[in-house]
């Protein structure tokens, strides 16, 4: 079986600061990250992904996560939020023919 | 184009309605998924179809009955909803490999907001 943990349900931060969302998994066997974003009173979209090769893997929008294997992590940061990117943001998981699993989700909050 | 579209976007019904909700994606997947979405939670999986078939159903009550036409199209039918069930619907879709561990990305539509009265 596997599991996402996402320890923060809230991060509050000021515009232009520097942000890290976190998120732990746990599987027995090789595994595909995924982050989503959720907008207010929207669907979910892909973020980035990391299926395999780098390790670092980044989006259009300036947000980038790194795979971290021995820690299990696959952290979500960006060097400085604006404050559009205040959202819902959920780490998943999906290992071998099992279906994705999420973690609890953390709201993002900028303010000016 | 990673595309998935859901329509309505809204719904509003009583307890004793049938209502349709419908997503369309044209991006040659062969996987589709319904999930349900309450407040300030994940989504919840609640069907998935591969090639058209029901793949995995998990134990969503009948009142909920999914429907997948075509390649292209994923209908979930409404009848006899309570309250509770009010929630964001969710569909995905998502390449499905038959051979070895596939990745399946999901991309996701907009989803349609249902409110039970």
């Known amino acids: 079986a596997q599991s996402v943990t996402q320890l923060d349900s809230q991060v509050p931060v000021f515009e232009e600061a520097p942000v890290e969302l976190r998120c732990n998994y746990s599987s027995s066997v090789s595994v595909y990250l995924f982050w989503y974003v959720q907008y207010p009173n929207q669907g979910l979209q892909l973020l980035l992904k990391y299926l395999s090769g780098s390790t670092l893997v980044e989006s259009i929008n300036g947000f980038e996560a790194e795979f971290n294997k021995s820690q299990t992590s696959f952290h979500l940061r960006k060097p400085s939020v604006h404050i559009s990117d205040t959202a819902e943001y959920f780490c998943a998981v999906k290992a071998g023919y099992s279906t994705l699993t999420f973690g609890k989700g953390t709201m993002l909050l900028v303010s000016p | 184009d990673t595309e998935v579209t859901q329509t309505p976007k809204h719904l509003v019904m009583g307890m004793t309605n049938k209502k349709s909700l419908k997503c369309e994606q044209h991006?040659?997947?062969?996987?589709m998924y319904w999930y349900k979405q309450k407040a300030k939670k994940p989504p919840e999986l609640m069907f998935v179809?591969?090639?058209?078939?029901?793949?995995i159903n998990e134990s969503v009550p009948s009142r909920f009955s999914p429907e997948c036409p075509n390649s292209s199209l994923l209908n979930l039918h409404l009848h006899a909803l309570q309250p509770e069930d009010s929630a964001l619907y969710l569909c995905?879709?998502?390449?499905?490999?038959?051979?070895?561990?596939?990745?399946?990305?999901?991309?996701f539509g907009p989803g349609t907001r249902l409110t039970v009265l």
């Open positions: 995905a879709s998502s390449h499905f490999r038959v051979e070895g561990v596939g990745t399946d990305t999901q991309y």
């Open positions: 991006m040659g997947h062969r996987a």
């Open positions: 179809y591969s090639y058209e078939k029901l793949s």
